[in-house]
């Protein structure tokens, strides 16, 4: 089990730039894989990006591809979404979400991860 906690939530105009930060807690490993999904009011949820702990590899989803840059921070234990050039339509509520032991599994499925946590509201202004 891993605990998550986001943080770094708030209110932009568009063209600006927020950073979200998930702190995480509990037993990870080299094979863990930690993600960020989305959801606006009635949308799916939407996977945004996903890094390896080691920080080796990341993925990102196509709609936020060249704005939006995930890393680790050893020393803190977290994982960041660093955001900019935001559109009113990356407005939703941000997840972290970790994937304890990963075999290939598709990381852009919802599914396929281990332990979610609270959220945290984005809101981008036009």
């Known amino acids: 089990q891993v605990q998550l906690v986001e943080s770094g939530g708030g209110s932009v105009q568009a063209g600006g730039s927020l950073r979200l930060s998930c702190a995480a807690s509990?037993?990870?490993?080299?094979?863990?894989?930690m993600g960020w999904f989305r959801q606006a009011p009635g949308k799916e949820r939407e996977f945004v990006a996903a890094?390896?702990?080691?920080?080796?590899?990341?993925w990102y989803g196509d709609s936020v591809k060249g704005r939006f840059t995930i890393s680790r921070d050893n020393g803190k234990n977290t994982v960041d979404l660093q955001m900019d050039s935001l559109k009113p339509e990356d407005t939703a509520v941000y997840y972290c979400?970790?994937?304890?032991?990963?075999?290939?599994?598709?990381?852009?499925?919802?599914?396929?991860?281990?332990?979610w946590g609270q959220g945290t509201q984005v809101t981008v202004s036009s």
């Open positions: 890094i390896r702990w080691s920080g080796a590899s990341t």
């Open positions: 979400a970790a994937k304890i032991i990963w075999y290939g599994q598709a990381l852009g499925s919802d599914s396929n991860y281990d332990n």
């Open positions: 509990g037993r990870t490993f080299s094979s863990t894989v």
